[in-house]
């Protein structure tokens, strides 16, 4: 009897596999190779008896089934979330959600009917992603991408998947990322993601698995690239996922934690993860395809200006002339396009001007929110500590730990907005220690000039005082004639304080954390100050600068 199962099963296992081997002899695509893939993948094995390599998508759990994490309890604005005051552009919605795979692991191991390869435009890019999907697929995947002879950035070419798992193996080139070039690398990296969805449904693939197409070694920051993935994959399966069945993201170890945390945005997996999301959604989200868009290259073109697009031939008189006297003209209405170019030249209302520093200034957030930023952050120039007497929060800026000529200052700038964005929303005072600072030290004043341009009001009129802690004469005088001159606001909460001493009049010392070597300069020049000698005065100073000298007796008002 057992000898009699046996028998029997290796019997269906055999038409299996020739059902298989006919379905592709069909569609005239059967080789050696693929032959052998039939084999192992039908029957479940690989020579030898060993267990198959290749993982099955249907075994992947998805993304609707996978929990939420627990213990991640937040509190939001009840504006927001409890009167629901705005709809998310991305709901809820649980046939999306079944077709969304995460999956940690070789992309080139997926089972399913294509997989993406990420490369440059020779086609020849030694990347981890490629050199799994060339050794696994076989030296015929070379052969077959010589005929290609190329792919342009943000393009999507395909080939059979030889030896892989996968039927075919769809190829693409992500951008290099330069912050100069930051729309062209956006609109680009978009294009990948789309022509490989456009791909998979005209060739009618039932599953398809994205790898992370932006590679380190093309520079674009992670997060910001995740988020263009899922947007666009998103869109896409809204307008014309029918055909599609799973949509698989493949990452690693490295790239899982920022899928994990950027995919209940666009895939809520419930409508109070939805309501959640909300706030953490950035303010560009692309248009109705997830495509960037640059409002101020909007510009209207109309068949006929002046007149309403008609959709069918067939209108009858009476609806022409029901039409008349309704368009923007007739309505008095401003035209967009006039508007768009007023932007650019500066002349439009305060309140049209705030709107567009507001956007301005949240396109700078999205960033300090994407970009890696920890390089500046191990610099610790800029940090939180206690409050003033009043209350208010203390931000600390160390002069000595920026080293303007060896890092990046547009970096410096979006850890600047990262890090004040919440304190801000309250009162708060800044000190900053100017101590042992060198040239390579001091902040250019374009650099002020455009941080100050750049940062939204609440940074300005929330800032209730400035503390300038061991001044230099040159410095005094450069900052009289920038507050003076370029930001006229500031001039009244600048404050000068030449010992630790007046600035513990304003701040308690158990609220402030000091660096060391300010302590230790202070305590000299303290030492100095009190000699009362006049060498010692002249070591530091001229006599003439003597008057400026404190005699610990001064106390600021606080504000």
């Known amino acids: 009897m057992l000898l009699f199962s046996a028998v029997l099963a290796d019997h269906l296992r055999i038409k299996v596999i020739r059902k298989q081997t006919l379905h592709w002899e069909c569609d005239g695509q059967l080789s050696s190779s693929s032959m052998c893939r039939a084999l192992r993948c039908s029957a479940g094995m690989d020579p030898l008896g060993a267990r198959s390599q290749f993982v099955e998508v249907q075994t992947l759990s998805t993304w609707e089934r996978q929990p939420d994490p627990e213990g991640e309890e937040e509190e939001y604005n009840d504006s927001l979330v409890s009167q629901q005051a705005f ?201 109705s395809e997830g495509e960037p868009v640059v409002p101020e290259r909007q510009i209207r073109i109309a068949e006929k200006p002046g007149c309403l697009e008609v959709d069918s031939e067939a209108e009858t008189l009476d609806s022409d002339l029901g039409q008349v006297g309704t368009h923007a003209f007739s309505r008095m209405e401003g035209d967009v396009d006039k508007q768009r170019k007023l932007i650019l030249q500066g002349q439009l209302s305060d309140a049209t001007m705030q709107k567009q520093h507001q956007r301005n200034y949240n396109r700078w957030l999205c960033r300090a929110r994407a970009e890696d930023l920890s390089d500046i952050a191990a610099l610790k120039a800029l940090y939180q500590t206690g409050v003033d007497m009043c209350g208010r929060t203390v931000m600390v800026l160390v002069g000595r730990n920026i080293p303007v000529t060896l890092i990046d200052m547009e970096k410096a700038l979006l850890y600047f907005i990262h890090v004040m964005d919440h304190i ?51 410095s005094k005088v450069s900052t009289w004639f920038f507050t003076t001159f370029s930001v006229s606001g500031m001039k009244q909460k600048v404050h000068h304080v030449e010992t630790l001493q007046q600035l513990f009049t304003c701040i308690l010392p158990e609220q402030i954390d000091i660096p060391p070597f300010v302590l230790e300069y202070d305590a000299r020049m303290v030492i100095v100050y009190w000699a009362g000698q006049g060498p010692g005065r002249d070591a530091l100073c001229p006599p003439s600068m003597w008057p400026l000298m404190p005699t610990g007796n001064e106390r600021f008002t606080i504000l």
């Open 424 to 474: 801000t929303v309250k009162e708060y005072v800044m000190v900053y220690f100017h101590t042992l600072t060198g040239e390579h030290n001091h902040l250019d004043s374009e650099f002020l000039k455009k941080l100050h341009e750049i940062v939204d009001a609440k940074f300005k009129n929330n800032l209730r005082a400035f503390y300038f802690v061991h001044p230099s004469f040159r």
């Open 87 to 287: 709809l998310s552009p991305f709901p809820y919605r649980e046939d999306i959600n079944r077709k969304i795979v995460l999956y940690n692991g070789d992309v080139a191991l997926l089972n399913c009917t294509a997989i993406v390869n990420t490369s440059n435009e020779t086609l020849t890019d030694k990347n981890p992603i490629s050199e799994s999907i060339h050794t696994y697929a076989g030296p015929e995947l070379r052969d077959e991408m010589l005929k290609l002879k190329g792919c342009r950035t943000g393009e999507a070419k395909m080939t059979k998947g030889f030896n892989l798992a996968a039927r075919f193996i769809i190829h693409t080139v992500g951008p290099k990322y330069k912050t100069k070039y930051r729309t062209a690398a956006e609109n680009s990296l978009y294009n990948c993601y789309r022509n490989v969805m456009q791909l998979a449904r005209e060739q009618a693939m039932a599953s398809v698995a994205v790898c992370v197409v932006s590679t380190t070694k093309r520079g674009y920051p992670l997060e910001d690239a995740t988020h263009i993935a899922f947007r666009t994959v998103r869109r896409f399966l809204e307008n014309y996922g029918e055909s599609i069945e799973t949509v698989v993201f493949a990452v690693t170890d490295m790239e899982e934690p920022t899928y994990r945390k950027l995919l209940p945005l666009y895939y809520p997996r419930s409508e109070e993860e939805e309501r959640a999301s909300l706030p953490l959604i950035p303010a560009d989200i692309g248009n």
